[in-house]
T-cell receptor
Framework: DTAVSQTPKYLVTQMGNDKSIKCEQNLGHDTMYWYKQDSKKFLKIMFSYNNKELIINETVPNRFSPKSPDKAHLNLHINSLELGDSAVYFC???????????FGQGTRLTVV | AQKITQTQPGMFVQEKEAVTLDCTYDTSDQSYGLFWYKQPSSGEMIFLIYQGSYDEQNATEGRYSLNFQKARKSANLVISASQLGDSAMYFCAMSNPFYTGANSKLTFGKGITLSVRP
């Protein structure tokens, strides 16, 4: 039973389109995150939510809009996709004590 | 600000031998957590081990152990008895502040590629 699952695993789309990535965790964690891994494999935080409330927004373009309908779900919607948005996007979650942070399998987004 | 430094460009180890992957960090906070993740070629991020800044003992998880030297600000990962399946990219990360889960984002290093030779 997957702890953090995100869909889709691969996403290929044209510039200018709008797309969404969904994430769900069944760990009962209060905090969820979106991370971006660029072509050089560097991972950086984009957003974090705690119990449906936005906590961290790390200077991400406002074309990226996270939405958390409940504390088990954190979706990422991206408007007007650009070539530079091509990357792997990871969803993650952590508990109150933050001694573990589990990641989803990643979504490889390719904008053409 | 927090910073994680992983400077080894790529590591090679013979199967069944032990290998140490280096990680140094910088933070002004007294409470923090240190993590190691494995990313195989399939792409997923696998949590390996965690060390809290106030933990007196080095963390161990099966074949993984974390050599935590607080004064030197280093948190090296030791993999014993390497297996072919250990070939992957390894990331060191820290969370800060530690006890406030809502703000505990992970700051990552650039990663180290480990190749295990048969």
């Amino acid at each position: 039973d997957t702890a953090v699952s995100q869909t889709p695993k691969y996403l290929v789309t044209q510039m200018g389109n709008d797309k969404s990535i969904k994430c769900e965790q069944n760990l009962g964690h209060d905090t969820m995150y979106w991370y971006k891994q660029d072509s050089k494999k560097f991972l950086k935080i984009m957003f974090s939510y705690n119990n449906k409330e936005l906590i961290i927004n790390e200077t991400v373009p406002n074309r990226f809009s996270p939405k958390s309908p409940d504390k088990a779900h954190l979706n990422l919607h991206i408007n007007s996709l650009e070539l530079g948005d091509s990357a792997v996007y990871f969803c993650a979650s952590s508990g109150i004590m933050n001694t573990e942070a589990f990641f989803g399998q990643g979504t490889r987004l390719t904008v053409v | 600000a927090q910073k994680i430094t992983q400077t080894q460009p790529g590591m090679f180890v013979q199967e069944k031998e032990a290998v140490t992957l280096d990680c140094t960090y910088d933070t002004s906070d007294q409470s923090y957590g240190l993590f190691w993740y494995k990313q195989p070629s399939s792409g997923e991020m696998i949590f390996l081990i965690y060390q809290g800044s106030y933990d007196e003992q080095n963390a161990t998880e099966g074949r993984y152990s974390l050599n935590f030297q607080k004064a030197r600000k280093s948190a090296n990962l030791v993999i014993s008895a390497s297996q072919l399946g250990d070939s992957a990219m390894y990331f060191c990360a820290m969370s800060n502040p530690f006890y406030t889960g809502a703000n505990s984002k992970l700051t990552f290093g650039k990663g180290i590629t480990l190749s295990v030779r048969p």
